[in-house]
């Protein structure tokens, strides 16, 4: 089945304790991104990347690092993580580098004490 | 700067009734625009997409209309359904990225 998968789904973690939220597609899809959902401010892209190696900074990049060293696999990675990286996180991608529309993963909810 | 705006919160409507969302946007750089559908607990879903040359598309109950002239998109559910109640964002996309709305909650009433 074509999927995103994200992991964990779920993590309550506290101020300063560094995490990283996977995300693998079995799509051979090029292009690779995260979205952040918070109340009132909708989906908002963190980073991107267009293929293995090559990222690029989204709307809210800030206190956020990514890195695609394969394909299939986008982490996320929070060094640092403070309470107002408190959301749901999207992972996302699609086959095209340029256009086309987005799968997405079914979303890891992230709580920072 | 808010490039793509959702300017209705909520809307709620009658099943079998027309179902009317609405979204403007400033960024005339936008190639295409997508419509997803997202409920509770589940990742966004592609619904339907337009081009900016185009503006019609219809895919079964669902058609986009594009005004390049007003910036303004929107989509219309015919016949509305209590499935299809939801939060449904709009995005433009163009140099490799893709920009969504707030978001408007779709409430339809059996």
């Known amino acids: 089945e074509a999927q995103v998968t994200q992991n964990p789904r779920y993590l309550i973690t506290v101020t300063g304790k560094k995490l990283t939220v996977t995300c693998s597609q079995n799509?051979?899809?090029?292009?690779m991104s995260w979205y952040r959902q918070d109340p009132g401010l909708g989906l908002r892209q963190i980073y991107y990347?267009?293929?293995?190696?090559?990222?690029d900074k989204g709307d809210v990049p800030e206190g956020y690092k990514v890195s695609r060293k394969e394909k299939r696999n986008f982490p996320l990675i929070l060094e640092s993580p403070s309470p107002n990286q408190t959301s749901l996180y999207f992972c996302?991608?699609?086959?095209?580098?340029?256009?086309?529309?987005?799968?997405f993963g079914e979303g890891s909810r992230l709580t920072v004490l | 700067d808010q490039q793509v705006k959702q300017n209705s919160p909520s809307l709620s409507v009658q099943e079998g009734r027309i179902s009317i969302l609405n979204c403007d946007y400033t960024?005339?750089?936008?190639?295409?625009f997508l419509w997803y559908k997202k409920y509770p607990a589940e990742g966004p879903t592609f619904l339907i997409s337009i081009s900016s040359i185009k503006d019609k598309n219809e895919d079964g109950r669902f058609t986009v209309f594009l005004n390049k002239s007003a910036k303004h998109l929107s989509l219309h559910i015919v016949p509305s359904q209590p499935g299809d109640s939801a939060v449904y964002f709009c995005?433009?996309?163009?140099?490799?990225?893709?920009?969504f709305g707030k978001g408007t909650l779709l409430t339809v009433n059996p």
């Open positions: 990347s267009m293929n293995v190696e090559v990222t």
């Open positions: 996302a991608s699609r086959l095209a580098v340029d256009t086309g529309e987005l799968f």
């Open positions: 995005s433009g996309g163009s140099n490799y990225k893709l920009t």
């Open positions: 960024n005339s750089m936008f190639d295409y």
């Open positions: 799509m051979n899809h090029e292009y």
